[in-house]
């Protein structure tokens, strides 16, 4: 995911009308959780016509300035697929990857790292123009013929590489209708071939295009609302339309989800109950901050997986009715795997910084007129599967951002109170890494470069990847360079 990552959308949230925001002090970890088989939605949308079988796919050639490539598109066997019943955490090598090695630096030991300074080498596949993959996810450009595909990264096949996903090709308009293009990372590359990835039918052209999309139902468009996240907690990231033009109720009282089968999104959705006591249009956006002025009352919301158990839960940031929302904890709705618990529970949040500092699950930094306000984001930091929290900036410390960021690590119940220091790479100018990621800005020698956090080579530990350096071209053309997070 987030994957960062990340995963958030907010509702409205009307106190009065349910008890569905009280809040218990029951801590995450101690609160039941039960694998409930999704129930179906009974929502069939109409049968896609299927052209052949996907191995049989023939070649999509794209042209391109760089060298050459011919590519197939297989579809991912389902023997690829890794072993699901291993415990994430188990540190065992999985046979036959070529980044085995790598995978095995993270100790069970080890409590935090840092980024190495010299960067690994990330190969990008080659058929598309120059400093196409300048950032980790982009919208596609395909007017005047400038052709720069629609990407996002997003670990298709659950082997916790996320892949290269192209999802608009601008020669080819049944990418990002009926399938994706997927590159397969191996730990150290893209796969120089794509593989064929499956969308749901029932929607129209184009409507898979973009990493996420609020909903455009206006004017009989009927462009749905969605996002990508494992809901069911098989590592695989689903398709869950949040929601649907044809259905008020999508975005009410439930979601429709297409679980991911290694290949495609299933054709037919499960349903994803919502809590309840929340008015109609709360539950449709894929991420909205706050909004408590003018009595509107919705709080901010987020999408993590608080408690290790691989299901994302619903994390309030701020409640309009409850200041110490945002300042001092948040409120955490577990996940079952097809629905949010109907009580929270209190994660504590670090003290030492300004009220309200943390309102929302990640923000830029604002130090100016004596505001305070920290950057920071969630990562798991020290790969035991919770989200940390990662300050990049802070007002009262200009080290932080330049030469180290805070990490504030996640017990399952509260953020520590105490931050650990966490290593940045030297050798970058500009204003350095003051958040998690950024576009880059090599414009009147500010060379700041374009980076994210992503673990590239499945050891859990997000690394730092640096998508654009203002001195090299290469960097985001033919490679990526990746510095590995790893054990101090
Ligand atoms: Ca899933
Ligand atoms: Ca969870
Ligand atoms: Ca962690
Ligand atoms: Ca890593």
Request: aromatic residues 8%; glycine residues 12%.
């Amino acid at each position: 995911m987030k994957r960062s990552p990340l995963w958030r959308w907010a509702f409205p949230c009307f106190i009065g009308l349910l008890g569905g925001c009280t809040e218990t002090p029951t801590p995450v970890l101690d609160a039941a959780v039960k694998d409930v088989a999704p129930r179906m939605d009974g929502v069939t949308p109409p049968d896609q016509p299927f052209e052949g079988g996907l191995l049989d796919q023939t070649a999509e050639i794209v042209s391109s300035d760089l060298p050459d490539v011919s590519r197939r598109e297989d579809v991912i066997a389902p023997d690829d697929m890794p072993v699901r019943e291993t415990a994430i955490d188990d540190g065992s090598a999985v046979d036959g990857e070529a980044r085995d090695a790598l995978a095995d630096r993270a100790s069970p030991a080890c409590v935090v790292g840092r980024f190495e300074a010299p960067p690994a080498r990330h190969a990008l596949p080659g058929g598309y123009p120059t400093r196409t993959f300048t950032s980790a996810g982009e919208s596609s450009s395909c007017t005047g013929g400038g052709g720069r595909p629609g990407y996002l990264l997003l670990d298709l096949n659950a082997d916790r590489r996320p892949d290269l996903v192209v999802t608009r090709a601008c020669d080819d308009d049944a990418v990002g209708s009926d399938h994706w293009r997927v590159y397969l990372n191996s730990g150290s590359t893209f796969a120089g071939t794509a593989t064929r990835f499956s969308l749901p039918g029932g929607y129209l052209t184009r409507t898979f295009t973009t990493a996420g999309e609020s909903s455009s139902c206006t004017g009989g468009v009927g462009r749905p609302g969605y996002a990508f996240f494992d809901a069911d907690g098989d590592q695989r990231p689903d398709l869950v339309v949040t929601r649907a033009c044809d259905d008020t109720a999508v975005g009410s009282d439930h979601w429709r989800v297409y679980l991911n089968t290694g290949s495609a999104f299933a054709a037919t959705a499960t349903r994803f109950a919502l809590p309840s006591g929340y008015t109609g249009s709360g539950f449709t956006s894929a991420g909205a901050a706050s909004s408590c002025s003018s009595g509107a009352g919705r709080p901010g919301y987020a999408l993590y997986d608080m408690n290790a158990d691989q299901r994302p839960d619903l994390v309030v940031t701020r409640a309009c009715d409850d200041d110490a929302v945002g300042s001092d904890h948040w409120r955490v709705y577990l996940s079952t795997g097809s629905s949010f618990a109907g009580t929270a529970t209190r994660f504590a949040l670090p003290s030492g910084y300004m009220a309200g500092g943390f309102t929302s699950a990640g923000a830029t930094s604002s130090c100016s007129g004596g505001a305070g306000r920290p950057g920071y984001a969630l990562y798991d930091m020290n790969a035991d599967q919770r989200p940390d929290l990662v300050v990049s900036r802070a007002c009262d410390d200009d080290a932080v951002g330049s030469d180290h960021w805070r990490i504030y690590l996640n017990s399952g119940s509260a953020f520590a109170s105490t931050a650990t220091r966490f290593a940045l790479p030297s050798g970058y100018t500009g204003s350095g890494f003051t958040s998690s990621g950024a576009t880059s800005s090599c414009s009147g020698g500010a060379g700041r470069p374009g980076y994210a956090l992503y673990d590239m080579n499945g050891d859990q530990r997000p690394d730092l990847v640096v998508t654009r350096a203002c001195e090299d071209d290469a960097v985001g053309s033919d490679h990526w360079r990746v510095h590995l997070n790893v054990c101090m």
